[in-house]
C-alpha cells in the first residue's frame, strides 16, 4: 500500500473490499437461485391413497362412471387411469360411491318457511383414487398437488368431474416431511 492508501498504487483498499463483497454477494444469490447452495432433500417417490368428493353429479354420469370401474376390473386393471395435460398418470380411479346430494333453498314468507329441495335428481360421488407420487413431499398428481381439503379434479381416459375437494390422503411409508424428522 502505498502513501495514498492505494494497492499496488492503483486501486484503493476500500473499493477493493466493496468489490469483493458485491462479487460475493452475486455469487451467492446465483448459486441460491440455481439451487446449488446448502443441502438438498432427498427427493423420494412413494405410493398414494386418496379420497376426492364431488358433489352435485347426474345419477347417469355416476352410471357411466360406474361402467368404466367394472371395465377395468374385468380387464384386470387396477382401474381407470388418470390424466393431466394429456398424459397418462400411474394412478387408477379404483372406486366410487354414491350419496344422495342433500340441499335445499329455504323461503321465509309471511306466511312461514318453506323448503324447497335442489338438485333432487343428482349424488355425491366419492372417488377413491391410488398411484405413486415421484416426490411426496409436494404429493403432486399430474399438475394437480394432493392434500386434504384441496379442490381436485377428477379426470381418467374416460370421464372429467371439476370442483372435487380431497377428503382424505395416505401415503405408504408416511410423506417425506415425516421421514425427514
Same mark, same amino acid.
Given at each position: ?20 463483497? /458485491? ?18 432433500? /432427498?427427493?423420494? +417417490? ?37 390424466? &393431466?395435460? +394429456?398424459?397418462?398418470? &400411474? ?21 312461514? /318457511? ?24 409436494? &404429493?403432486?398428481?399430474? &399438475? ?19 370442483? +372435487? ?17
Amino acid at each position: 500500500m502505498d502513501k495514498n492508501g492505494k494497492l499496488f498504487g492503483k486501486i484503493n483498499i476500500i473499493d477493493l473490499l466493496v468489490l469483493v463483497i /458485491a462479487v460475493a454477494v452475486v455469487a451467492a444469490v446465483g448459486l441460491k437461485m440455481t439451487g446449488h447452495l446448502g443441502a438438498k432433500r /432427498a427427493e423420494t +417417490g412413494t405410493n398414494i391413497a386418496y379420497t376426492v368428493r364431488v358433489e352435485g353429479v347426474d345419477k347417469e354420469v355416476y352410471d357411466n362412471i360406474q361402467k368404466y370401474i367394472d371395465q377395468a376390473a374385468a380387464q384386470q386393471k387396477p382401474g381407470d387411469q388418470l390424466m &393431466s395435460n +394429456g398424459e397418462l398418470l &400411474s394412478a387408477y380411479v379404483t372406486g366410487v360411491t354414491a350419496q344422495p346430494h342433500k340441499a335445499n333453498a329455504e323461503l321465509t314468507t309471511t306466511e312461514g /318457511a318453506f323448503i324447497i329441495p335442489m338438485m333432487e335428481d343428482t349424488v355425491d360421488l366419492t372417488f377413491t383414487i391410488e398411484g405413486s407420487v415421484s416426490n411426496n413431499l409436494k &404429493s403432486e398428481m399430474g &399438475s394437480q398437488e394432493v392434500r386434504v381439503g384441496k379442490t381436485h379434479i377428477v379426470k381418467t381416459t374416460h370421464f372429467e368431474l371439476n370442483n +372435487g375437494v380431497v377428503l382424505s390422503c395416505e401415503w405408504e411409508n408416511g410423506t417425506a416431511a415425516d421421514n425427514a424428522a
